[in-house]
């Protein structure tokens, strides 16, 4: 069958005896197909509102440095790591940009000192990238 939102056709017993009883399909009517169309061009104008949210807030994100200071030995080895959830934290608290951990894209966890980049998936379309210092403490 059809994905949700497709107009297809199908048998009319089929439709009468199982798709409409059950409600998985609507007659495709006049009023019900202009129904559809309005609900598709709000998606759109959603999806459009989010994207540029999302790039609004990737300018912001491109324009930040994140300064992380942690223990560390001599050698520039950190006890302990920076993670996605230290890094989401210190958006909020210095910055106020508040970003899910889960979009921060950490292949692993930051284990010395130094300064990385560090992409951010804000939207499928808008990645962001962000400074990160780590200095030793």
Known sequence: MGKKGQIIEVKEGYARNYLL???????????????????KKNEEQKAEKEQQAAEKLATQINAVTVTLKV?????????????????AENLVKHHKINIDKRKIELSENIKSV????????????VTAELKVKVLAE
């Open 21 to 39: 009883p059950k409600k998985l399909a609507v007659e495709a009517t006049q009023g019900n197909v202009k129904e559809l169309d309005r609900q």
């Open 71 to 87: 223990k560390s030995g001599e050698n520039g080895k950190l006890f302990g790591a920076v993670t996605s959830k230290d890094i």
């Open 114 to 125: 130094g300064e990385y980049d560090i992409k951010i998936k804000l939207h499928p379309q």
